[in-house]
């Protein structure tokens, strides 16, 4: 039996002895160490997720670096003067591969020293150079500064598009590590100076060295070779061609880093400075010439690669004619509203085009007016009709009258010519007369057989097949005009204008397709013509043509209410074709064949010396 405690108070029941008391609990950090646990896996797989997805972004599209060191370009075409000066360059030119031991060392010191002087120590970036243009570029409000290594220019070079944006940037790095992780730093240089973009189409070195300086590159002065190193930045803006002054300018930047790089001293990059000197452009504007050859070099040389044309322009007729159509066009032909003008000079032994000029400013309008406009001759297109009657039996001692026709209505006149009744061939020729030129024809067989004798002598036109036409209203080039008047000129033989003399094409010599001259009139009836062109020059309508002590020949041409005027001319071994106007076809101030033209012919004769 159970003993009752004796404290216990009456009618109530013992209490049971109470359990013993634990401490309290305390939370486990274990939970909260899972916690950021599972964050940092998150942060981990989301941040590879992220980091996964931005090398998507950035390299989707990054080329294939060793696909793209092999080189791909449009084959280059090289036109030379008729002496061997450079004329022009297209497509992608590249000269010989150079190797850098063979250059002098101040070729790859200058490049360093403006673009990228701790080249030899960075690893492809350059967080120095970075950091320092981002303080010159914050100072400024605005980017004059870049901190691209050369490693990086090489990269953006040969891989990617000039496009800039932080995507690009992006790639480009990743490159720049590429390559410095493949190439030696000596490689990259090689890469960078055989592969970098120098102006005017040239790649690489050597190329520029031998466009600019007509040297190879591992024989570049100093002074040649800071004019180098400062292309990259700019090429176009720095082109010593285009742009000389510019070009000097840079180059004397680069000497003067050069100096403070420790590569030369103070006192040798002012040396160089004063020695730098670059010749003017052969020509201003020859591009027409340079356009005209180039047209149809696909079907004369195919298959051929590269190519190097000697051309049969002269570069000293060539300044002359520029100068002198400039000065025309420039003082009294803009006093007469003539806006253009083209001057084409042909050899007329054999078609050589010697002179070239298409307009009054071939950076302003490449439309080539001597060779593309397509004009009506007025009377200069009247020596064919001449021809024509020659064949027919008649002589320039024959007779026409010159007294007023009517043919169905239709009355040409003829100026401020007053009617004899009957003059020679000759006399109406050199006097122009419209009305007699219109009896020639018709007593020539009409306008279809003198078509036939203008197209034999190589004039391709649009010939109307009326009487009309013995007024010059076809519709012809200035070029086939010129080649049809060669014929008087070298006894009666039919050249065909061409400018290339010589071709080469990856180092063999190539046949160049040129087409002999073939005899379309006889010689007595060339002599014929040339003395009635003559006469032109000494008593007719082109006596403003005479050259003091040369006996010259040629035509005059003005079609209706001013809108053309000509002159042909004949000198020694040239023929010389010129055209005033305006591109719209406007009205000039009274200005004929007889004027402005005939006196163009003149001044350039002379200066040319015959």
């Not at 990617?160 to 790639?171: A, D, G, H, I, W």
């Not at 400039?326 to 003539?338: K, N, T």
């Not at 009657?389 to 007023?404: H, N, R």
């Not at 070029?479 to 070298?490: C, M, P, S």
Request: glycine share 10%; hydrophobic share 45%.
């Amino acid at each position: 039996m159970r003993r009752l405690s004796a404290h216990a108070p009456p009618g109530m029941a013992p209490s049971l002895p109470a359990a013993s008391a634990k401490p309290p609990r305390i939370a486990p950090r274990r939970g909260g160490l899972l916690r950021l646990f599972r964050l940092l896996v998150l942060l981990t797989v989301w941040g590879g997720v992220s980091l996964g997805l931005a090398l998507v972004f950035f390299t989707w599209d990054l080329p294939r670096p060793e696909a793209a060191l092999v080189a791909t370009r449009r084959p280059s075409v090289t036109l030379e003067a008729a002496d061997g000066r450079l004329l022009a360059t297209s497509g992608d030119l590249y000269g010989e591969r150079v190797r850098l031991a063979d250059l002098p060392a101040y070729v790859p010191g200058a490049l360093m020293a403006v673009e990228d002087r701790r080249f030899r120590s960075h690893f492809g970036l350059d967080p120095i150079g970075l950091a320092r243009a981002a303080v010159v570029n914050w100072r400024a409000g605005r980017v004059v500064q870049g901190g691209s290594t050369l490693t990086q220019q090489l990269a953006k070079n040969l891989f990617l598009t000039p496009e800039r944006n932080m995507r690009r940037k992006v790639q480009e790095a990743l490159l720049a590590l590429w390559l410095e992780s493949r190439f030696t730093k000596d490689q990259l240089l090689e890469i960078y100076l055989n592969r970098v973009y120098l102006g005017a189409g040239a790649y690489g070195v050597d190329a520029a060295a031998r466009l600019y300086f007509g040297v190879p590159a591992r024989k570049v002065t100093l002074w040649q070779a800071a004019i180098l190193a400062g292309l990259p930045k700019a090429p176009s803006r720095y082109n010593p061609r285009a742009a000389p002054d510019a070009a000097i300018r840079r180059g004397t930047e680069v000497l003067e880093a050069m100096a403070a790089a420790g590569l030369i001293t103070e006192s040798r990059a002012r040396q160089e400075a004063e020695k730098m000197t670059l010749p003017p452009r052969p020509s201003g504007d020859a591009g027409w010439f340079a356009d005209w050859v180039q047209d149809d070099l696909a079907e004369s040389f195919p298959g051929s690669g590269d190519l190097e044309l000697r051309t049969t322009l002269d570069l000293k007729l060539q300044a002359v004619v520029e100068k002198r159509l400039d000065a025309l066009l420039s003082g009294p032909g803009a006093a007469a509203h003539a806006s253009q003008g083209a001057v084409l000079v042909l050899q007329a032994s054999d078609g050589a085009v010697r002179a070239m000029v298409g307009g009054r400013d071939y950076r302003q309008s490449p439309f080539n007016r001597a060779t593309t406009a397509r004009r009506q001759p007025g009377s200069a297109f009247k020596p064919f009709v001449w021809l024509t009657a020659l064949e027919q039996g008649l002589s320039p001692s024959s007779t026409v009258s010159d007294l007023p026709l009517n043919l169905g209505g239709w009355s040409p006149g003829n100026g401020r010519w007053r009617a004899r009744g009957e003059v020679s061939l000759e006399d109406a020729l050199a006097h122009s007369i419209n009305t007699a030129a219109v009896r020639v024809l018709l007593v020539a067989g009409g306008a279809k057989p003198v078509a036939a004798v203008a197209e034999r002598l190589g004039v391709h036109g649009r010939f109307s097949n009326d009487a009309s036409l013995a007024l010059g209203t076809a519709e012809v080039t200035l070029l086939d005009l010129v080649t049809g008047y060669a014929a008087f000129a070298n006894g009666g033989l039919r050249v065909t204008p061409h400018g290339i003399a010589r071709a080469e094409g990856s180092g063999r010599v190539l046949a160049v397709p040129l087409t002999a001259p073939q005899r379309v009139i006889s010689a007595a009836h060339a002599g014929e013509m040339r003395r009635m062109l003559n006469a032109v020059v000494e008593r007719g309508t082109g006596h403003a043509a005479a050259v003091r002590g040369q006996r010259v020949g040629g035509k005059t041409g003005t079609t209706q209410d001013f809108r053309d005027a000509w002159f042909v001319g004949i000198a020694g071994r040239w023929v010389i074709g010129i055209w005033l106007g305006n591109d719209n076809a406007s009205p000039m101030d009274e200005v004929q064949g007889g004027g402005l033209p005939a006196r163009l012919f003149r001044d350039i004769v002379e200066e040319m010396g015959g």
